[in-house]
DNA sequence: TCTGGGGTCCTAGGACCC
DNA sequence: TCTGGGGTCCTAGGACCC
């Protein structure tokens, strides 16, 4: 989907369309507020110059989408909101808004499995689709199709999405960026050398920044580039698994198929604080944090239908190091209090001297609730508890 | 006032078992 | 003096993705 979140919200407020718009922050932009001012006017009827503007912006924030006005400033996802601030302050912001993100998900999904079925999740805003066995699937390299979807999810969402299309999911991924927005592409075999090599390495799917600077180390920097050296290098530079899959990517192969189901391996709830908290000083404002996030993983498992083995603590230091702790109890839970007992005992093996900017509560090892191993969890959960404990944070 | 939140997968060492 | 070899599970960290 292009721009997914950013265009949600321009189908909510139109007077914004063409202007640079940034999605993400949250807590502390001023948002609500300005729009409260207008709330005897439709949404669409609110005036462009009320909305405000990143140069306000005050807060921790990533963005999570740029509109393409915005990008043109440099503004992209995953940048810092008080650095985009400075790329393009006239920007305005809004706050994602994921009840929403997530009704348009399940529109675009359900539109596109009606006229193919076999369709593998990727998030909220991308799916691999196999055309194999759809009718037509193959007309014009599977262009018939592609614009078929293309329209369909147009009509029913009023949103666009970029297509790629090429024999396998490593190459329709990369074929899916030539066109943006609303484009098709497509990629034969045959195209690899042509369409494929001159492109960064940094465009495969799973190089990311680190494999990027080896890579970059050893003088590689098209994907061309790692396809013109032997596997035995590679497999010597990166290790066999690495190696062979490099030597594969580049030259575009990849069998994976795709998967249409697949079950949960973890759920997990964090948050970063508005400012940097400690453990000692900062006590009853991270234990009711950390008492919240328990109840949210309990209440997300609950939901879900899960129950996990695996209960586990993360925390983010001012100096950005990340430490995990984990630990595995004998049956497995869904329930917020247990989680709260053994999440805080994790706590206890973890440099509480540092300030802290993250707090993370993760239960892993899922069960399905209601499978036979979650009939005996029913049972042992009434089992006697150890005694109450205070835990760190003194809950 | 750099750097969100929710995930998956991989690696590597150690415990433990046969 | 010499101390197997496989296998599985657990834990911590890290790379990567949307």
Redesign the pocket.
Known sequence: MDAFFASVELLRYPQLRGLPVVIGGGRRSVDDAVLQAHADLPLSEIPAAAFPLLRDY?????I?TATYPARQFGVG??M?M??AAKLCPQAIVLPVDFDEVRRFSRLFKSTIAEIAPVVED?????VYIDFTDVPGGQREGGRVLARLIQRAIFERTGLTCSLGVAPNKLVA?MASEFNKPNGISIVYEADIASKIWPLPARKI????????ARLAGLHLHTIGDIAAQPLDWLIDNF?S?TGQWLHDAAWGRDDRPVVTESE?????????FERDLHAVRDRAELGEVFTQLCLQVAA?LQRKGYAGK?I?IKLRYDD?R???????IEYATADAATIRRVAGQCLK?VDLGRRL??L?VRVG?LVKAGAADATATAVRVQEPQPAWTPDLFGQ
Do not use: H, Q
């Open positions: 005050v807060g921790r924030g990533v999570t996802s995953a810092g008080m650095k990727r998030g909220i805003d991308e991924k799917n799973g190089i990311g920044p680190k494999t990027d290790g698994g949960p391996v973890s759920m997990s709830r964090e948050t970063t997300d695996t586990g950005f990340t430490a995990t702790r984990d630990s595995t093996r900017r993250l993370g090892k």
